[in-house]
């Protein structure tokens, strides 16, 4: 079994930073791409950041020099670093991970519960 815990999450003021954590625990052989998402209310979930094994990142236009994504492999944990956040940055933060959980096993998504981040203007 394989979990995935957000934390970081909060109320800061408009141009104020946060750092999110996610580590994924349990029954994990390799992990491929991590990322971040978000969904705030009334709105789809879309995707922030994603960054590979080896480092490569993907950044949504909206987030692009403020926000940064990045990993430590020996943790198994991801990391997001806003700066700059506006209101509209409000929304439930998620983690995900593509994870193969044994040599010969498939590569799965995994989810966390998500944390709140919360802009006020």
């Known amino acids: 079994q394989v979990q995935l815990v957000e934390s970081g999450g909060g109320l800061v003021q408009a141009g104020g930073s946060l750092r999110l954590s996610c580590p994924a625990s349990?029954?994990?052989?390799?992990?491929?791409?991590m990322g971040w998402y978000r969904q705030a209310p009334g709105n789809q979930r879309e995707l922030v950041a994603t960054?590979?094994?080896?480092?490569?990142?993907n950044y949504a236009n909206s987030v692009k020099g403020r926000f940064t994504i990045s990993r430590d492999n020996a943790k198994n944990t991801v990391y997001l670093q806003m700066n700059s956040l506006k209101p509209e940055d409000t929304a439930l933060y998620y983690c995900?991970?593509?994870?193969?959980?044994?040599?010969?096993?498939?590569?799965?998504?995994?989810w966390g519960q998500g944390t709140q981040v919360t802009v006020s203007s």
């Open positions: 995900n991970a593509l994870i193969k959980t044994s040599r010969w096993g498939s590569t799965s998504a995994y």
């Open positions: 349990g029954s994990i052989f390799s992990i491929d791409r």
């Open positions: 960054i590979a094994s080896f480092g490569s990142t």
